[in-house]
């Protein structure tokens, strides 16, 4: 099993900026990759960005240029540095970590709030 812990979500006004953190714990050997999901209600969870053990990067569009995706490997944790926040950014983001074979686990969610 492998724990996600996320923090750092809050309120922020349009063209601020947050730091999304995920610790992970438990069973984290062989996980392939992390990254962040984000989901408003009605809608289904969608990639924000992803980052594999090895470093390699990827970025939904709407993202890109904006956010960050970076990871310490030393304290096992995922960050996501939001800049130049934008209110359809308003979303819970759930932190995500993949592994071979087990799957998917997931963090309980923090919510971002970006108001105009």
């Known amino acids: 099993q492998v724990q996600l812990v996320e923090s750092g979500g809050g309120l922020v006004q349009a063209g601020g900026s947050l730091r999304l953190s995920c610790a992970a714990s438990?069973?984290?050997?062989?996980?392939?990759?992390m990254g962040w999901y984000r989901q408003v209600p009605g809608k289904q969870r969608e990639l924000v960005a992803t980052?594999?053990?090895?470093?390699?990067?990827n970025y939904a569009d709407s993202v890109k240029g904006r956010f960050k995706i970076s990871g310490d490997n030393s304290k096992n944790t995922v960050y996501l540095q939001m800049n130049s926040l934008k209110p359809e950014d308003t979303a819970v983001y759930y932190c995500?970590?993949?592994?071979?074979?087990?799957?998917?686990?997931w963090g309980q969610g923090t919510q971002v709030t970006v108001s105009s």
């Open positions: 980052i594999t053990i090895g470093g390699r990067t």
């Open positions: 995500n970590a993949f592994k071979v074979p087990q799957g998917n686990y």
């Open positions: 438990g069973s984290i050997f062989s996980i392939a990759y």
